[in-house]
C-alpha cells in the first residue's frame, strides 16, 4: 500500500502562489493532483506519467499552475500561481500503482490517495 503525504496548503490572498508537496513511499506509475469543494465531485487538476515524463492539466488551470517531480517515480510538486477564489479546495495528491495505465485526467487511473490538504483564497 502506497502511502502519500502531502504538505504546502495554506491561506493566500488572490493572485498570489503557493507550492503543494506530495511524497510516495513507493514508486508509482504516475502521480496527480485532485481537488475538491464541499459538496462536489474531484476535479482534475494536473498529472505526470513518469516512463514518457508526460504532463497534463485541468482546462481550467490555463498556464497558471506547473506540476514538477521532485524524486522521480516518488515525489511531486504543484506550483499554483495568480491564484483566484475559485481555486480554494482541498487538493489531493494521487499516485497510480506500477503498471496501472490510464488517462491521468480520470479518477479510475489512480488506486491512492493523500489525505488532501486545504487552500484557501481570500481577501
Known amino acids: 500500500q502506497v502511502q502519500l503525504v502531502e504538505s504546502g496548503g495554506g491561506f493566500v490572498q488572490p493572485g498570489g502562489s503557493l507550492r503543494l508537496s506530495c511524497a510516495a513511499s513507493e514508486r508509482t506509475e504516475a502521480m496527480g493532483w485532485w481537488r475538491q469543494v464541499p459538496g462536489g465531485g474531484r476535479e482534475f487538476v494536473a498529472g505526470?506519467?513518469?516512463?514518457?515524463?508526460?504532463?497534463t492539466y485541468g482546462d481550467f488551470v490555463k498556464d497558471r499552475f506547473v506540476i514538477s517531480r521532485t524524486n522521480f517515480e516518488t515525489a511531486v510538486e504543484l506550483q499554483m500561481n495568480n491564484l483566484k477564489p475559485e481555486d480554494a479546495a482541498v487538493y489531493y495528491c494521487?499516485?497510480?500503482?506500477?503498471?496501472?495505465?490510464?488517462?491521468?485526467?480520470?479518477?479510475?487511473?489512480?488506486?491512492?490517495w493523500g489525505q488532501g490538504t486545504p487552500v484557501t483564497v481570500s481577501s
Open positions: 505526470v506519467r513518469w516512463s514518457v515524463l508526460y504532463s
Open positions: 494521487a499516485a497510480s500503482k506500477i503498471g496501472q495505465i490510464g488517462p491521468l485526467n480520470q479518477l479510475s487511473s489512480y488506486s491512492y
